[in-house]
């Protein structure tokens, strides 16, 4: 599968925003948030045949064909960690009081040496607390296999090991968790940017329409 067969209109992953909406349609949501890293701010380049935007602002776009009235908040630093988020864009995500909140899974934390995963935790539990206390719906991501960090040669497990504690809190705060490891995204040609960590735009658009799905899931359980 290469990056040059499909086009955003094309692609068999991606849902057209009407397509998206229609499935959000009974969303109750209207004020959005989004905290964390680069991965939360939707960082990547620009794919030929994909608009240019990231995954949040593009699920933004389309919570607002359902929501006019959403009010959307980014606070998303690119190289962030977990302790930066806490101490950066904890207070200003709970003064905009949202509904609808997307939280990090602690990518940047694996950017060291060795990791503490014990420490990782902490940081993580500590911010899934203080999202928690706002009542809204958490969602957040496992970090794709596509991702390469050479430098590491335990790469792939350190991503393995962070995505089962992503799957554990998130399980236990009862947060959508848009599982992005095994997706057949991962094998695309081009997917990635020039920097090797981050989705370019046609991921990001797949990205999008996989917090569509997973919340239209969500939203389904919930019909009585």
């Known amino acids: 599968m290469t990056a040059t067969s ?3 209109e ?16 009974d969303a109750p949501w209207q004020r959005y948030a989004v905290i964390g890293d ?14 240019n935007q990231g995954w949040s602002d593009r699920f933004a776009h389309i919570l607002r ?12 630093v690119d190289g962030a960690t977990t302790v930066d988020t806490l101490d950066h864009q904890i207070d200003g995500m709970r003064n905009f009081a949202p509904d609808l909140l997307h939280i990090p899974c602690g990518a940047n934390d694996l950017l060291r040496r060795s990791p503490d995963f014990g420490e990782i935790e902490q940081g993580m539990r500590k911010m899934y607390d203080l999202a928690a ?3 809204a719906e958490l969602t957040t991501f496992t970090l794709g296999r596509s991702y390469i960090v050479p430098v590491f040669p335990d790469w ?21 968790v848009v599982d992005m490891w095994d997706h057949p ?10 920097d090797r960590l ?4 046609s991921g990001q658009a797949v990205m999008a329409s996989e917090m569509v799905k997973a919340l239209a899931a969500i939203l389904a359980r919930r019909t009585p």
């Open 133 to 135: 206390e706002t009542g």
């Open 156 to 176: 792939t497990e350190r991503v393995l090991t962070l995505n089962d504690l992503t799957r554990a809190l998130a399980d236990e705060y009862d947060a959508v």
């Open 65 to 76: 064909q359902v929501r006019p009235e959403l009010a959307y908040l980014n606070t998303a």
């Open 6 to 8: 499909f086009t955003e």
């Open 198 to 201: 981050h989705f370019s735009t």
């Open 38 to 51: 680069s991965l939360s701010a939707g960082t990547g380049d620009k794919s030929v045949g994909y608009g």
């Open 10 to 25: 094309t692609d068999p992953f991606c849902l057209a925003t009407i397509d998206a909406a229609a499935m959000l349609f």
């Open 185 to 194: 995204v991962n094998s695309r040609e081009g997917l990635l940017s020039a």
